[in-house]
């Protein structure tokens, strides 16, 4: 409940997969189409306080 009422930071994990656009494919449907890599883009995120739980806190006491 106390990063609710602080806020916190968080790293965000997207995995892309990038491959030949469909232009090139079309072009080379013959052949062996390109590689397929993955591609992993992290990201820091802030995550705002709620303030629900901020008068919940503030209500019952602050904890030390």
């Known amino acids: 409940m106390m990063k609710n009422v602080t806020g916190y ?8 997969t990038v ?3 469909r232009e090139e494919h079309l072009r080379f449907i013959a052949s062996i189409p390109k ?3 993955e591609v992993d883009k992290r ?6 306080p709620v ?3 901020q008068i919940f806190w ?3 006491g602050m904890p030390i």
């Open 9 to 16: 930071e968080y790293e965000e994990v997207t995995y892309v």
């Open 19 to 21: 491959g030949t656009g």
């Open 35 to 37: 590689t397929i890599e």
């Open 43 to 48: 990201v820091t995120k802030h995550k705002l």
């Open 51 to 53: 303030k629900l739980a």
């Open 58 to 60: 503030l209500k019952n």
